[in-house]
């Protein structure tokens, strides 16, 4: 009798808060039928540190440094982004050579925080190898942009109207290295996994997930690409110095867990190229605008800025009354949407399969929490 | 697609009208400012008939926010599209405590969206699946991004006051 119920009875599953492949704390309360999924709840706000509430808390400035706390992985380009948002809203020009070092600094962290999602996702799959061989990677990186950004992973580097300090020549010799490395390494890694058939059976047509889908739930970024919609912040609505720069922006076909994977793989390659570009135009000059004030705070009005995140789309919604305190400020992070069509992912899933599809979404809980 | 030709649909289709505004300097091609004496009963439908008319054309939902302008609540949602940059801005004024019309129908994305405006700024949203917090916990009693909410010890952690010279 007892017996019957379990196997005919659904019950739930509760993985996380504090679950390994959850990446931070993210509870999903999973009802099961036997192995398969009928229904997935995320349970999120566990790392909720009221950041938007913060910002009307204190001036533009002094909000500068929570930037690099939501998203920690790729702190630096939330800092640009924060950076370029208010900038466009008080009209400041800064200079080539200051946007330059940042989009440098900006694709160096993007790869940085790819070579961490590859890492562990593949540990996420019970390859221990490959997480080595992509942290050994990124702690080039880490040292990198540790030259003048003076930390490890919450970087604060961009100021309003340039960066907080020029490029060594540690930096540039620790860059011009690194490429070739790198290039060596992806190598390696298509070889190690992506024709690793042990990894194919298990992301092959695994969390399928249709352009349809994604629009519906606005899910944006190398989720997206993967499914073979051709959006890039960096292409759709250009900013900083990326119409000059040349990149392709690399599509999936079947929006499979494999091609989520193999976007981010291709992308890091681009990155690559990016900073590569970079490098060598580089112009000479000053390295933050003149006569910027020292605490700026844009006219009356809203504002809107997009930026193209490791994640996908982040958005910057600004109110300004003109007074030194913003009035509010609504980040439209990108993991937020990307989280939310799990449920639709995993319905009718193994267990098994649920961290596969968990962890090519790539999530990082503090930004979705904020 | 041309914001021109987004702003003459929305005149044929729900006989609103756009603003358009500066993308260089503001981000955004239109702005549409729905008044507030329409909010209680059309402005209300309105809203569910722009994101219909969004989605049919393309267009995908960014977010939805609120902002507190101490007098009311200004809700605001962000449309885009994929293909070319085009971002339309639509703001509704709800008041505080207010109804607004939940869009989860027809957007999936706006599910945790309002939910999340629920948490932080206590619009009720009229028929959405399960209005629930999202960020606080479930038995929470306030909603902190209005500008009248003072954190206290009870909500939980540290209560710091910054000096703001």
Known sequence: MLRKTLIHDTFYLNLGP????????????????????VECQPVIGYSHRGHEHM????????????????????????????????ERACGITVPPRAEYIRVICAELNRIASHLLWFGAYLLDLGAFTPFLYAFDDREDILAILGEVTGSRLTYCYCRFGGVARDLNQAFLDGVRAFIPKLRRRLKDYHTLVSKNVIFLNRTKGIGVMSPEQARDYAVTGPNLRASGVNYDVRKAEPYSVYPELDFEVPLGEHGDCYDRYYVRLLEMEQSLRIVEQALERLPS?????AGVEQEPAPPPGAYHFAYESARGQLGIYLVSDGGRIPVRMKWRVPSFSNLSVLPELLAGTL???TIAILGSLDLVIPEIDR | M?????????????????????????????RLELAGAQVVDLAGAQVVDLARLMKVEGFFLEFITAVDFDTHLELVYSFTRHQEPLRLQAAVQV?????????AGVFAAADWQEREVYDMFGIVFAGHPNLKRLLLPEDADFHPLLRDFTPRPEHGGDVVNLEMG
């Not at chain 1, 504090?18 to 999924?37: A, F, I, K, N």
């Not at chain 1, 000059?285 to 605008?289: C, E, K, L, N």
């Not at chain 2, 987004?6 to 955004?28: I, N």
Request: one cysteine or more.
């Open chain 2, 2 to 30: 041309r914001p021109g030709q987004v702003k003459e649909l929305l005149a044929s289709a729900l006989g609103v009208e756009p603003r358009e505004t500066d993308y260089a300097a503001c981000g955004c091609h239109l």
């Open chain 2, 95 to 103: 008041e505080r405590g207010g109804f607004a019309p939940s869009l």
């Open chain 1, 18 to 37: 504090q679950h390994p492949s959850t990446h931070g704390v993210l509870r999903l309360l999973l009802r099961l039928e036997g192995e398969r999924v």
């Open chain 1, 285 to 289: 000059g000053p390295i933050r605008a």
């Open chain 1, 55 to 86: 910002a009307q808390n204190r001036s533009w400035l002094q909000f500068l440094p929570n930037t690099s706390r939501m998203d920690y992985l790729s702190a630096l380009l939330y800092n640009h982004a924060y950076c370029l948002a208010v």
């Open chain 1, 351 to 353: 267990v098994a399969d």
